[in-house]
């Protein structure tokens, strides 16, 4: 089963920005659709963005399109998330996400169900 290990977050002032990275351990994280969940406090978890096997199609949430970019660099196993012009709302603890269903290298979900690895999460503040 594929390790996910995430590092980046941290506290930034509104219009900063942060890049998120996701190390995966074994190179099978290749083959795997990539997404980015957040969750804030007393909310549930929300769909940010995913990315295919081959980082040839991305979806991103109408919330963070224009300003949020994924992007894989598969012979490091690793999922990037760059976040620029942060807004107070988009603090979360933000976690990335495999599915390894062959079915959906290509067709890739925003149902955080779909994806049976996660991260353990990175916590983003942005202040006002």
């Known amino acids: 089963q594929v390790q996910l290990v995430e590092s980046g977050g941290g506290l930034v002032q509104a219009g900063g920005s942060l890049r998120l990275s996701c190390a995966a351990s074994?190179?099978?994280?290749?083959?795997?659709?990539m997404g980015w969940f957040r969750q804030a406090p007393g909310k549930e978890r929300e769909f940010v963005t995913a990315?295919?096997?081959?980082?040839?199609?991305?979806y991103y949430a109408d919330s963070v399109k224009g300003r949020f970019t994924i992007s894989r660099d598969n012979a490091k196993n690793t999922v990037y998330l760059q976040m620029n012009s942060l807004k107070p709302e988009d603090s979360a603890v933000y976690y990335c996400?495999?599915?390894?269903?062959?079915?959906?290298?290509?067709?890739?979900?925003?149902?955080?169900?779909?994806?049976?690895?996660w991260g353990q999460g990175t916590q983003v503040t942005v202040s006002s």
């Open positions: 996400a495999a599915d390894s269903a062959p079915s959906r290298r290509v067709a890739i979900s925003r149902q955080s169900s779909d994806y049976n690895h």
């Open positions: 990315i295919s096997w081959n980082g040839g199609r991305t």
């Open positions: 074994e190179r099978t994280f290749s083959t795997y659709a």
